[in-house]
């Protein structure tokens, strides 16, 4: 059984004051609090941005709130991984990487048939079947004075932790 001397515990209380006085800085100084950060955000944010960027035509940003697990359609890739991805959607292993301007085209439309004066959202439910965490977003649009209520919105976590919309029923605003 070890035993600590009487040199061995005035050594340890010695230490314990450095160390307390080290932590404690000059003058009294207190550390800063801690800054408490949002939680990222959920399904109906995501939705929420894609709507506001649709309002403004901002199609970059309606392109950074649309798209896959895998990623935004934003993010159409690189030179090298797009020339690879190409080559696998030949023998059918994959898609080709998207165009920008096809993005932009893309995103142009669904800007163009949402064009909300205003929204709100009403609920979301969990999506059954699918691989990756899906969650359907209704929301009540206005477009062009007319009220429709219950559009579909549906979103999924991507792997960076961010949700996507990856689908709208734009058929709701156009019949």
């Known amino acids: 059984m070890a035993r600590i001397g009487v040199v061995g515990r005035w050594g340890l209380f010695a230490s314990a004051v450095v160390a307390a006085?080290?932590?404690?800085?000059?003058g009294g100084a207190t550390m800063p609090p801690l800054a408490v950060q949002d939680p990222p955000p959920g399904p109906s944010q995501a939705v929420?941005?894609?709507?506001e960027a649709a309002a403004l035509r901002d199609l970059s940003e309606m392109a950074r709130?649309?798209?896959?697990?895998?990623?935004?359609?934003?993010?159409?890739?690189?030179?090298?991984?797009?020339?690879?991805?190409?080559?696998?959607?030949?023998v059918g292993i994959g898609?080709?990487?998207?165009?920008?301007?096809?993005?932009?085209?893309?995103?142009?439309?669904?800007?163009?048939?949402?064009?909300?004066?205003?929204?709100r959202v009403r609920a979301e439910e969990q999506v059954a079947g699918r691989e990756d965490p899906t969650v359907r977003v209704l929301v009540d649009v206005?477009?062009?004075g007319r009220?429709?209520?219950?559009?579909?919105?549906v979103v999924v976590l991507a792997r960076d932790?961010?949700?996507?919309?990856?689908?709208?029923?734009?058929e709701r605003l156009t019949g």
């Open 142 to 144: 206005t477009v062009g």
């Open 95 to 119: 898609e080709a990487c998207p165009r920008w301007s096809d993005v932009e085209l893309r995103m142009d439309l669904m800007a163009a048939i949402l064009a909300p004066s205003a929204y």
């Open 65 to 90: 709130s649309f798209g896959t697990s895998n990623g935004p359609v934003a993010e159409t890739g690189g030179t090298a991984g797009c020339a690879l991805r190409k080559v696998g959607s030949w």
């Open 48 to 51: 929420e941005s894609f709507l």
């Open 147 to 153: 009220e429709v209520p219950g559009v579909p919105f």
């Open 161 to 170: 932790g961010s949700w996507l919309v990856q689908q709208v029923e734009l």
């Open 21 to 26: 006085s080290a932590f404690a800085g000059c």
